[in-house]
């Protein structure tokens, strides 16, 4: 069974599917007209259902028209309820706009194979009928989105899209145009949520050109390439929304994850400078400095990097730590180079500038530590050492315990 996207290209196209006529009337089309004619709604839905089911009966033009009267009641009915202020099946009111234009548009499709006089007067008479449901189909989509019913709410936003685009309403451009691209963005968010990462594309340029949700809409290419797991896209994507959306640190922050999980150091580097310029107080790119520099075992800039992120955050625990952690690892590698010789005034000299170096990290680790106490992980190792090396007991002994 064709989409009713489908259905609207094959109608520009010309290509549509062909009429089989038939020398008599189906009897299901009987019991369906008394359905319609009784209101009753379920049992018709079941059998037009059967009805499609059947290759041959599918093909009859006739079964949709009768299906879209039987669509047309249940709507009226709840159009009605409305009207008198009674509870109403919304979710039901709305599914039946789009069952509307699915039916007619499919039984057009059937009629207007044959090219004759009365396929256009089908079509005429089918589009004046329709355009007063169409404003529904975009109302629709956004009763579904507050209800987060995202397959839902892409069906009729898509479709209220894929008519517009099939110039159906020919003529009818002041209608049309102006939601169009909130409509786009709203399919985009729909596909997104129920994680239909593919259809996030499907009406991108629509999309973007919704001004008020661009920045949101950058934001859900970029996710849905990540979940596309298509990384060339995702980074293209990162890259240019750091460029061109307001919500920048969304875009660099992930991109400066994915430079630091891919070891990609001298790239973050030159991209946290290149920012740093623009705005040099900026927490984020400090940080992620901070955080290169250190990954690059370039502690003195590191530490400069850090020292100056203190000077706008001073409470900025974690840039306390790498502060803490470069005098660490200072002393741990320099103290490499020493050969033991306690006898040497040299050596002795220079381990004291180790223990200076191991004094100097103390706080800065201890803080850490006080912070967050339960992750050992980062500051165990190191500050046993550092109270080892300075021989201070009661530290040593409190860790241990």
């Known amino acids: 069974m064709l989409t009713v996207s489908k259905y609207c290209r094959l109608l520009c196209l010309g290509l549509i599917l062909p009429f089989v006529p038939v020398k008599a009337e189906w009897k299901e089309f009987k019991l369906l007209k008394s359905y319609v004619k ?96 169409y404003p529904n189909l975009y109302r629709g989509g956004v009763f579904f989105i507050k209800n987060k019913q995202w397959a839902s709410a892409d069906k009729l936003f898509s479709m209220y899209i894929d008519i517009a685009r099939s110039d159906y309403f020919k003529g009818e451009k002041q209608m049309l145009d ?23 594309f499907k009406y991108q340029s629509l999309a973007e050109a919704d001004s008020a949700n661009f920045d949101y809409a950058l934001q859900y290419e970029t996710m849905a390439y990540e979940g596309l797991r298509d990384t060339a896209n995702y980074v293209k994507s990162l890259r240019r929304g750091l460029g061109e959306s307001s919500f920048s640190d969304f875009f660099f922050s992930r991109l400066a994850d994915f430079l630091s999980n891919t070891r990609k150091y001298q790239e973050a580097y030159q991209l946290n400078d290149s920012l740093l310029t623009l705005k040099p107080d900026n927490k984020l790119y400090l940080f992620a400095q901070v955080a290169v520099l250190f990954n690059l075992k370039q502690y003195d800039k590191c530490i400069s990097m850090a020292e100056r992120l203190l000077s706008v955050d001073s409470e900025d625990i974690q840039t306390c730590y790498y502060i803490g952690l470069c005098w660490y690892n200072k002393g741990v590698s320099y103290e490499s180079t020493l050969s ?37 992980s980062k500051w165990q190792i190191p500050l046993y050492k550092i109270y080892f090396s300075l021989n201070m007991v009661d530290k040593l002994n409190n860790l241990e315990k």
């Open 38 to 133: 009784t209101s009753d709604i379920g049992k018709g839905r079941e059998l037009v259902k059967k009805c499609l089911a059947d290759t041959l009966i599918s093909r009859d033009p006739k079964l949709y028209s009768l299906a879209r009267s039987l669509e047309v009641k249940a709507n009226d009915a709840e159009n009605m309820k409305l009207y008198l202020h009674q509870k109403y099946d919304t979710t039901g009111f709305f599914n039946s706009v789009c069952s509307i234009f699915e039916y007619t548009l499919k039984e057009e499709a059937i009629v207007c194979s044959t090219h004759s006089k009365q396929a256009e007067k089908t079509r005429k008479k089918n589009r004046a009928f329709l355009k007063r449901y």
């Open 178 to 200: 102006s939601r169009l691209p909130r409509a786009a963005f709203w399919s985009m968010a729909s596909c997104f949520e129920s994680k239909n990462f593919k259809d996030v």
């Open 340 to 376: 033991p010789n306690p006898t040497s005034t040299e050596y002795k000299k220079r381990m004291e500038e180790v223990r200076t170096m191991y004094k100097t990290a103390m706080p800065y680790l201890e803080r850490y530590k006080d912070a967050y106490p339960n992750d050992k």
